[in-house]
C-alpha cells in the first residue's frame, strides 16, 4: 500500500489535500482487490476515483490560470491522457483483458510520476510567483507610505 510522503506535497494546500483524497481512493481500491472483491465493486470504485480525478483535475488547471502557469495546456493533456487510459483499463477489466492488480499499479506509478514530477514543477513555479507577487505587494505598500 502506497503511504502519503512529503515528496507528493507541491506546497499548495488545496492540492496537497485533494491529493491525499485521491491517494486514499487508490488504497481504498487496492483493500478491496486485496480482499477479493467483485468486479462490480471495484468497477464502483474506479468510478468515484475518475469522478473525483476529473474534480480534482478542473481545480488543479484554476489554480494554473490564477497563476498563469505557462505549462498549463501540456498539463491539461496528461489530465486527459490518465482519464483516457484509466477508462480503457476499466473497459478491458470488464471484458478480461485487465486484471485489477495491472490498474492498481498504473495508478500508483502515475500518481507517484505526475505529483514528483509535473505537478512539483507547477508547485514550484505557482509557489515562486506567489513569492513575487507577495514581495511587488509589500514594496508598493512601503512606497505609499
Known amino acids: 500500500m502506497l503511504e502519503w510522503n512529503h515528496k507528493f506535497e507541491v506546497g499548495i494546500e488545496r492540492i496537497d489535500a485533494q491529493h491525499h483524497i485521491f491517494l486514499s481512493l487508490v488504497g481504498e ?15 464502483s470504485i474506479l468510478n468515484e476515483i475518475v469522478l473525483y480525478a476529473k474534480y480534482h483535475f478542473y481545480s488543479e488547471v484554476n489554480v494554473m490560470k490564477t497563476y498563469r502557469y505557462p505549462g498549463m ?23 478480461g483483458l485487465n486484471q485489477a492488480i495491472d490498474i492498481e499499479t498504473f495508478l500508483i506509478e502515475w500518481f507517484v510520476r505526475h505529483t514528483t514530477n509535473e505537478d512539483a514543477i ?4 505557482a509557489l515562486s ?6 514581495l511587488a505587494e509589500a514594496g508598493a505598500q512601503g512606497e505609499s507610505q
Open 29 to 43: 481500491f487496492q483493500n478491496a482487490r486485496l480482499a477479493g472483491a467483485s468486479i462490480e465493486k471495484l468497477d
Open 73 to 95: 495546456e501540456a498539463h491539461q493533456k496528461l489530465h486527459f491522457n490518465l482519464i483516457n487510459d484509466l477508462s480503457n483499463k476499466m473497459t478491458g477489466l470488464h471484458l
Open 122 to 125: 507547477f508547485g514550484r513555479f
Open 129 to 134: 510567483a506567489a513569492h513575487a507577487a507577495g
